[in-house]
């Protein structure tokens, strides 16, 4: 069976797109091996939290939250070049990654995942941390700071949203801007793949895989962590990104289909809110930065120039290089 790696491999069905995603480098200081690992109890299961650094040390940890839903941590590993400088956190949600998989639905609602994030702040005795969230761990990054910015104001050093989904109609939008953008041939196949069976699926696989090439990750994982990641018991669950999303990142079906977290945003605190996207990220920039200004007071923005959606992983040394003042700044 065909995969879409196979297809694009073979450059089949994608006569007018845009050339493929490059070939990742290793970025210095990652640190492929953590210092500390536990499988913490949640509601549902347990998750598994990999620690880099110092949790005792003076500055705040920070934790990151992935994407999806049912991603994995893996592509968080260039923030662990931080370590020297702070406690950086990565850990799977629950029915991803290293984490349990108990494949039951109850579980997969907003309100337990942002209790998993408490669940690993409690079993580390963390008092104050940096949180970063990026795509769908930005949607949690969002919920979690209207949260804890009202019940418990002095648990976030401060909040970094990377391209998140706030509004699914608003990415809709987006996406749907973006696809126009593609060559016709492959925008063509793309909307005619929304309907089941009407194209061979690895043309559909090839015709997403020719945008996500374009908006959602520039580079390839490097050949180390590709390496961590084929290591892992799954790097994706596809089950749980249908059932909360969908097919494909600009087509919605699941139980984030409408899906508003505009409101929220009016209870982050500005001076210790940042929200970040790619120069050609699917949660495109000039929407993510309006999501900025709806913080009341205004919130910082910054995009990051030649990166996807995948922001730390198509340039980590421009990310960091935002992160690291930022974070020294609030902590």
Request: charge should be neutral.
């Amino acid at each position: 069976m065909m995969t879409r790696r196979d297809v694009l491999a073979s450059g089949a069905a994608l006569l007018a797109t845009p050339g493929y995603a490059r070939p990742g480098r290793d970025f210095p200081g990652v640190r492929l091996v953590p210092d500390q690992e536990a499988m913490v109890a949640v509601p549902g299961g347990r998750v598994y939290v990999r620690v880099n650094g110092d949790l005792k040390g003076p500055c705040p940890p920070l934790v990151l939250m992935h994407g999806g839903p049912g991603s994995s941590h893996w592509y968080f590993l260039n923030a662990t070049a931080l370590a020297g400088d702070r406690a950086v956190i990565l850990y799977d949600q629950l029915d991803c990654g290293r984490s349990d998989a108990p494949g039951d639905p109850a579980n997969w609602v907003i309100p337990r995942f942002l209790d998993e994030l408490e669940a690993i702040r409690g079993h580390f005795a963390i008092p104050r941390w940096h949180v970063l969230g990026a795509s769908w761990g930005g949607t949690l990054c969002v919920e979690y700071g209207a949260r804890m910015f009202a019940a418990q104001p002095g648990v976030i050093a401060s909040l970094i949203v990377q391209s998140p989904l706030v509004s699914t109609p608003l990415w809709l939008r987006d996406a749907r801007l973006l696809k126009d953008r593609m060559p016709p041939d492959v925008r063509d196949r793309l909307d005619r793949c929304d309907v089941p069976g009407a194209l061979p699926q690895a043309e559909c696989d090839a015709a997403t895989d020719a945008f996500y090439a374009r908006h959602v990750h520039l580079s390839d994982p490097p050949p180390a962590i590709a390496a961590y990641k084929k290591t892992m018991p799954r790097s994706f669950s596809p089950n749980l990104y249908n059932y909360m999303w969908g097919r494909a990142e600009f087509t919605s079906s699941g139980t984030l289909k409408d899906y508003d977290g505009t409101p929220l945003l009016q209870k982050l605190e500005a001076k210790r809110t940042l929200f970040v996207a790619g120069e050609a990220d699917e949660a495109v920039p000039a929407t993510v930065a309006g999501f900025a200004a709806a913080v009341p007071g205004g919130a910082a923005f910054r995009e990051i120039p030649d990166a996807a959606h995948a922001v730390m992983g198509d340039n980590p040394a421009a990310y960091l290089a935002v992160l690291r003042p930022w974070l020294a700044g609030r902590d």
